[in-house]
């Protein structure tokens, strides 16, 4: 096959990546009963009445001639958490189904779990598509869930949030010559932040605990044993600096232990301490369950990640509280 004059192949590859594309993983038996699976973004509807789906394989690909030769085929329409399964079922040369639990369906074909959608399918027809094989299945069964879906483009995994139908609108129009709109980033951030932490002052106010007890607590149930300073590098972007008043405080509320080093004065959670800063967590985690169940699972996802992207390109260079010591 030569290829048509004027394209490059590999930047014609790059403008097909643009389209953004479901994960899939195509699974089916070989006559002998070996279980055969593929990572696939081809997958696509054809007909509703009756209800066929296509996918392709290219026609080098080891697995064709089980395709090929097998009537039945399931396909995987692979949710957000499931990238490391689809890199599994991408690479050659390992067991793919090794230790990955199967559900029993219609057919012999694998049948995986915790995916978004499933389709099974058996070979209504196939025909060759110039270094493809085009396989269209009838669906036999489906099922779906709310996990959102892992999709691919221009070369990169990524999530899906939704975009609603209508504008989000906050406010009304900004007033003439006002360069300050509701689009601007750090209002959209700061907006939504304040708005969790008002909920979760709420919460806070029961537990007779003020928000610069819960980044204390919260930074010792993490990294205990740390200096007033050492608290401060971790806490100092809220704006609430601990002070040696204030870690008295939570002394005498035996919350927090003081050690006594040359030098140095050290804190350390207490039992009381510990229990105190689990109940703080549980509440937060409350008002983020609130949020992300409003949200959807998917746009939950999806914004969690632009944040860390986020705070990843704009940290001025705190440190890590997550990092081996």
């Not at 004059?5 to 002998?32: E, H, S, Y």
């Not at 205990?224 to 601990?242: Q, V």
């Not at 050290?266 to 008002?287: C, M």
């Amino acid at each position: 096959m030569t290829t048509q004059k004027g394209f490059d192949p590999q930047d014609f590859r790059a403008a097909l990546g643009t389209f953004t594309t479901g994960v899939t993983i195509i699974t089916t038996r070989t006559a002998g009963g070996e279980a055969i699976g593929i990572t696939a973004n081809s997958f696509n509807s054809v007909s509703l009445d009756p209800p066929l789906v296509l996918w392709s394989l290219a026609k080098n690909a080891r697995s064709l001639e089980a395709f090929a030769s097998s009537k039945h085929w399931n396909v995987h329409v692979l949710s957000a958490d499931q990238e490391a399964l689809s890199g599994r079922f991408a690479r050659q040369g390992e067991d793919k189904f090794a230790g990955l639990e199967l559900e029993e369906g219609i057919s012999k074909a694998p049948l995986l779990t915790d995916c978004t959608a499933r389709f099974q399918c058996r070979t209504a027809f196939s025909y060759e598509g110039g270094d493809h094989v085009i396989f269209v299945g009838e669906v036999l069964a489906y099922d779906r869930s709310t996990r959102p879906p892992l999709v691919y483009q221009a070369g990169q995994y990524a999530l899906a949030a939704r975009k609603p139908r209508d504008e989000v609108r906050l406010g009304s129009n900004p007033p003439p010559d006002c360069s300050y709109t509701e689009d601007l980033l750090g209002y959209l951030l700061g907006r939504s932040h304040y708005q969790m932490l008002h909920a979760l002052r709420q919460l806070l106010s029961t537990q007779a605990l003020d928000e610069r007890s819960f980044f204390v607590l919260s930074v010792l149930s993490i990294r205990d044993s740390l200096t007033l300073d050492e608290i401060n590098a971790f806490i100092g972007y809220t704006g609430m600096l601990a002070t040696i008043e204030s870690m008295n405080t939570l002394e005498a509320q035996r919350l927090v232990a003081i050690e006594h080093e040359p030098g140095k004065v050290r804190y350390v959670l207490t039992a009381d301490g510990r229990e105190a800063s689990l109940r703080q967590i549980a509440l937060a985690k409350a008002v983020e369950e609130d949020i992300a169940t409003r949200l959807g699972p998917g746009d939950a996802m999806a914004l969690k990640l632009l944040l860390k992207r986020l705070i990843a390109s704009s940290d001025p260079g705190m440190p890590d509280l997550w990092a081996p010591r």
